[in-house]
């Protein structure tokens, strides 16, 4: 079946039951390139990750640029969820570019596991959940 049959079928399913806020892409992301395999990106996002000093964060978009891959910050998502949270891959101090974890019924209580990860590093949350990026981002030095 090809990825545009799928698409077809799929969204024939999800448009009589969706609210009409949701607008259903049509076509592909302009991003998209069947030909690109991203799950092949995975080990350079996981090395990258694993670089993030204790005690810091990073960002999604800020995970993508260093892996060069630009624009991919939903690749890194994907990437980081398929990570076990003890695999020794420090996946907690990758939060999203407002300072928050990201919330997600699919993650199964793991956003949980994730604040209290940070807050044993010592990183600090405000009323709002919110971590001061301005305090805690990671900031990695360019070697040359």
């Not at 807050?119 to 001061?132: R, T």
Request: hydrophobic residues 40%; aromatic residues 12%.
């Amino acid at each position: 079946m090809t990825i545009a049959a799928w698409s077809a079928g799929a969204i024939a399913v999800l448009k009589p039951i969706l609210p009409p806020q949701f607008h259903l892409p049509l076509t592909p992301p302009p991003h998209y390139s069947p030909s690109y395999p991203p799950m092949s990106s995975y080990p350079v996002i996981y090395k990258v990750v694993c670089q993030i000093p204790y005690g810091q964060v990073a960002t999604y978009g800020q995970i993508a640029e260093l892996a060069n891959l630009p624009g991919r910050a939903r690749l890194v998502g994907y990437a980081l969820y398929r990570v076990a949270p003890d695999s020794g891959i420090p996946w907690h101090r990758v939060i999203n570019a407002k300072g928050e974890i990201s919330q997600s019924l699919a993650r199964y209580g793991s956003d949980y596991l994730q604040r209290s990860l940070l807050a044993a590093e010592g990183i600090a949350f405000d009323p709002q959940g919110k971590i001061d990026l301005r305090k805690y981002l990671w900031k990695p030095t360019l070697e040359g």
